[in-house]
C-alpha cells in the first residue's frame, strides 16, 4: 500500500489527522500565520456535526475563537455561566465563579464550535476532507511523512508534509504509531458511565446542576430553551432500549429531588447515549515528525468539563511552536511542546478524576464511603477554599500559569 501508485499527490507543511474542534482550530490558527494544512477525517461533517459532546468552554477558549476570527457567534448564542450548583443530600448549593476567582465560562456545545470551525475553514479557503478511509501515516521518523488516504469516490491520494498532527480523538490511530517500547501509557478505568439525553423541555435552573445522591450522579445542562441535555450515572453496561422516558424521567428527579421542592421539566426524550468515559495520558506526545493532539494523546472522564479545553489549549501551543518550527528555528522548537501542553494536562486529568470520585457513587461502597464523600462535598462548598479550589479548576486555568 505505501508504494501503491495514488491520483494526486499534494504538499504542505502540516497534514492533520482529525477533524474535530482540535484538528479545526489548529488548521484556522496555521493559516492565520500563513501556513496551508490539509485536514483529513473518516467521518462525515454531518456525522461529526450531529454527534452530541461537550457543552463547556472556558472564557479563555471562547475568546479565542472570536480573537482569532473564527467567528463570533459564541458572544450571540452562547450562555455565560457564572457559576454552577452543586447539590447532595437534597440541598442546593451555588459556586460563584465570578465572585470567587473573577473567571466564567460558556455554554456552547463542541456541536456548534465544530460547526463554526467548519465554516470558518471554508470561508478561508482552507482544505478539509471529510468521509476518508483506509487512512495511512508513513514515515514519521523522517523530516518528509506522508498520509496516504482514499476519498468518498474511491480514488487515492498522498499529503506530504513535513509534519504531521494526530488529533483523531480519543480511538485514535496514530497514538499507535508510536512504537509500544518507546511509549507509556497511564490510565484509570471506572465502574461506571453516563446515561445522556436530549430532551424536548423547557430549562430546569438557570446554570448547570452537579448532583450528587446516593442513588448515583446526575448532570443538568442545556441546549437552547426548548432542547436540554441531561446525563445520570449507570452501569457501564446499560443499554439504551432497557430505558423508556418513564423511567428515565423518574431516575432524574430522583437524583436531584431535595427540601427545596426542585423538580426537572419533563418533555419527550428525543435522543439517549451511554457513553463510557476513562482517564488516558499516552507520552510521548511527539514522534519524530508526528505529534499528538487532544484526545488522540489524553481523554479525561466528562465531569469536569475539561476534554474540549483540553484539545483547544494543545493546539494552541502546538501551533505556536509549528509557526517557530517552520519559520526557522527549527525542529527543536517542538521539544516545547510537551511539557507545555503536559502541565494543564496533568492538572485536568486530577481535577477531572477528583469531580468524577466526588460526585458518583461506586457499586458496592459501604455506608462508610458514602458518609465520607459527603463530608467531602461539605468541606468544598461549606468553606472559600474548597469553594475557590472547584471554581479555579472548572473555570480552567490562566494561560502559562504555573502558580
Ligand atoms: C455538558 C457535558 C459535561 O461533561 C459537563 O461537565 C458539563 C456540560 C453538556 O453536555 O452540556
Redesign the pocket.
Known amino acids: 500500500m505505501a508504494d501503491a501508485t495514488v491520483d494526486t499527490v499534494a504538499s504542505v507543511p502540516v497534514a492533520i489527522v482529525g477533524g474535530g474542534p482540535a484538528g479545526l482550530m489548529l488548521a484556522h490558527r496555521l493559516g492565520r500565520a500563513g501556513i496551508g494544512t490539509i485536514v483529513i477525517d473518516t467521518r462525515s461533517r454531518r456525522e461529526i456535526e450531529t454527534t ?5 468552554l472556558e472564557a479563555d477558549a471562547a475568546r479565542d475563537l472570536v480573537e482569532t476570527g473564527v467567528c463570533d457567534r459564541v458572544l450571540r448564542e452562547g450562555h455565560e455561566h457564572e457559576g454552577v450548583e452543586i447539590r447532595f443530600a437534597g440541598r442546593p448549593h451555588r459556586i460563584d465563579f465570578k465572585e470567587l476567582v473573577g473567571r466564567s465560562v460558556w ?1 456552547y ?2 456541536t456548534d464550535v465544530f460547526t463554526d470551525l467548519a465554516d470558518a475553514r471554508d470561508r478561508d479557503g482552507g482544505t478539509v476532507h471529510f468521509g476518508v478511509k483506509d487512512t495511512e501515516v508513513l514515515d514519521i521518523t523522517t523530516g518528509a511523512p506522508r498520509v496516504r488516504y482514499t476519498a468518498p469516490d474511491g480514488s487515492r491520494h498522498e499529503i506530504r508534509a513535513r509534519y504531521v498532527v494526530g488529533a483523531d480523538g480519543s480511538r485514535s490511530m496514530c497514538r499507535h504509531l508510536v512504537p509500544e517500547d518507546r511509549r507509556v501509557r497511564y490510565g484509570k478505568e471506572y465502574p461506571f458511565a ?1 446515561f ?1 439525553i436530549m430532551a424536548e423541555a423547557p430549562t430546569s435552573a438557570p446554570e ?1 446542576v ?1 448532583a450528587h445522591s446516593e442513588h448515583g450522579f446526575a ?1 443538568i ?3 437552547t430553551e426548548t432542547v436540554q ?1 441531561m ?1 445520570f450515572q449507570c452501569d457501564p453496561d446499560e443499554s439504551v432500549d432497557a430505558w423508556q422516558d418513564d423511567r428515565i424521567w423518574e431516575t432524574l428527579q430522583a437524583r436531584v429531588a431535595g427540601e427545596d421542592g426542585f423538580r426537572l421539566q419533563e418533555g419527550p426524550i428525543l435522543e439517549k447515549t451511554v457513553l463510557r468515559f476513562r482517564s488516558f495520558v499516552q507520552e510521548p506526545m511527539r514522534w519524530g515528525s508526528m505529534v499528538l493532539a487532544g484526545d488522540a494523546a489524553h481523554t479525561v ?7 474540549l479545553n483540553l484539545a483547544l489549549h494543545d493546539v494552541k501551543v502546538l501551533a505556536d511552536v509549528l509557526v517557530r518550527a517552520l519559520g526557522g528555528a527549527g525542529e527543536g522548537a517542538l521539544d516545547e511542546y510537551q511539557p507545555r501542553a503536559l502541565q494543564r494536562v496533568w492538572r485536568a486529568q486530577n481535577f477531572s478524576s477528583w ?1 468524577t470520585q466526588l460526585l458518583h457513587t461506586a457499586p458496592g461502597g459501604t455506608p462508610f464511603d458514602l458518609r465520607r464523600q459527603l463530608g467531602e462535598l461539605d468541606n468544598v462548598v461549606g468553606t472559600r477554599a474548597g469553594r475557590a479550589y472547584l471554581a479555579e479548576q472548572y473555570t480552567g486555568w490562566p494561560a502559562g500559569s504555573r502558580a
Open positions: 452530541q459532546r461537550a457543552g463547556i455554554l456545545p463542541q453516563w445522556g448547570l452537579y448532570l445542562s442545556q441546549r441535555r446525563y472522564p466528562p465531569t469536569g468539563a475539561r476534554g469531580m
